[in-house]
């Protein structure tokens, strides 16, 4: 008897068992088919959003032709300078992962708090922008940059060639932001340069760097730069003239004495003195920032900007319009008067 009780008991035991197991395998299908389910929707959504890679890295030739092609990724990335003999295009066709219209050519580096850390230089013959909304930032393109798309951008970055746009349209939808930097001619295929409404949009080149006096005195004429970019102190004897007759990059009116340096993060490194008797300012939007002026500085324009400087000596308007319109930040100094004459 107790014999049969015991393999009653064995028996109801094993039926359980066998229960149990066939309630833990139906749970872990439906586990299974839920997350594919769930994968499968994810992967459908970003194939969409993101036609073709999301990013190229480029370590060779081969690299950099694929990534700039429509095989490429919207963002294109560099890890070190780069040349090529090739005649470069950025092919359009490309979309960011938002699903917008975009591309972006990354010739810098960043840490982990997106500060830039570095930044590069390819060199080639041309580059031939293609999308709509593309990216030129940071680092530097040695050759000229034909563009042939809406809204192209160059952000902190520089050409050190000719900037080619193939419509006025297409030039006026661009964006080059302050800190760029374009050593040739800003102007429209085609267009005479001396005759053309390009000259007009970008007068003399976009900017003036100053190593002595014969370059200072140049830099601030009418054949100078929109922005004068000083990498020294610079005495002299001259009353100095800033002229008008300048707009910046975006073909707004404007001019900047740049007396200081910086790093790749915007970071002011040092500043730089500019001794004259005196400097008149006649165009329009002019700042003079950080470092110092030593002498007195007379505006003859509205718009004018003392951010970060300082004027050793006074600080002299043509007119009350035009004090009431200048712009004197906190960090600014000036040392003698600031008066109406």
């Given at each position: 008897?107790?014999?049969?009780n015991r393999?009653?008991?064995?028996t109801?035991s094993?039926?359980l068992l066998?229960?149990c ?5 139906t ?6 088919e839920?997350?594919?389910?769930d994968?499968?929707?994810?992967t459908g959504e970003d ?6 890679a999301t990013?190229?890295v ?6 950099l032709?694929?990534g700039?092609s429509?095989?490429?990724g919207w963002?294109?990335?560099?890890q070190d ?7 470069l295009?950025l092919a359009?066709g ?16 960043q840490d982990?708090?997106r ?14 922008i293609?999308q709509?909304n ?8 040695e ?5 042939e798309?809406?809204?192209?951008r ?14 006025e349209?297409?030039?006026d ?13 800003t ?5 005479d340069?001396?005759a053309g ?9 976009t900017?003036s760097?100053?190593t002595?006096?014969d ?7 009418s ?11 610079v005495?002299?004897?001259e009353?100095?003239?800033?002229v008008d007759?300048?707009e ?12 200081y ?9 040092g500043?730089f ?8 300012i006649?165009n ?6 950080y470092?110092?002026?030593e002498g ?13 400087g ?6 002299i ?5 035009f004090?009431?319109s200048a ?7 000036i040392?003698?008067e600031t008066k109406?004459?």
């Amino acid at each position: 008897m107790v014999k049969w009780n015991r393999l009653l008991m064995i028996t109801a035991s094993l039926g359980l068992l066998a229960a149990c197991g066939n309630g833990d395998d139906t749970a872990a299908e439906d586990e299974t088919e839920e997350v594919a389910e769930d994968t499968t929707d994810e992967t459908g959504e970003d194939s969409d959003a993101t036609t073709g890679a999301t990013q190229s890295v480029v370590t060779d030739e081969d690299s950099l032709l694929e990534g700039l092609s429509s095989d490429g990724g919207w963002i294109v990335i560099f890890q070190d300078d780069f040349s090529t003999d090739e005649e470069l295009v950025l092919a359009g066709g490309m979309e960011n992962n938002d699903g917008e219209s975009e591309r972006k050519l990354a010739l810098y580096e960043q840490d982990a708090d997106r500060n830039v850390t570095g930044t590069f230089t390819l060199s080639a013959p041309s580059l031939t922008i293609e999308q709509d909304n593309t990216r030129l930032q940071y680092g530097t393109f040695e050759g000229d940059v034909y563009v042939e798309a809406e809204n192209f951008r160059l952000l902190g970055g520089t050409i050190d060639g000719d900037l080619i746009f193939a419509s006025e349209e297409l030039q006026d939808s661009a964006e080059i932001d302050e800190d760029a930097t374009i050593t040739g001619e800003t102007k429209v295929e085609g267009e005479d340069a001396d005759a053309g409404e390009t000259a007009d949009a970008t007068t003399g080149a976009t900017q003036s760097v100053v190593t002595d006096e014969d370059s200072l005195l140049e830099g601030l004429s009418s054949d100078g730069g929109w922005i004068v970019i000083f990498e020294d102190n610079v005495s002299s004897d001259e009353e100095l003239v800033m002229v008008d007759g300048f707009e910046n990059n975006n073909g707004e009116v404007e001019r900047k004495l740049a007396l200081y340096e910086q790093d790749a993060d915007r970071n002011v490194t040092g500043t730089f003195t500019l001794s004259a008797p005196s400097i008149t300012i006649q165009n329009e939007n002019t700042r003079l920032q950080y470092g110092t002026v030593e002498g007195d500085v007379y505006v003859e324009a509205n718009g004018f900007k003392l951010l970060g400087g300082t004027i050793d000596g006074d600080l002299i308007f043509a007119s009350d319009e035009f004090e009431e319109s200048a712009e004197i930040d906190d960090d600014a100094t000036i040392t003698g008067e600031t008066k109406v004459d």
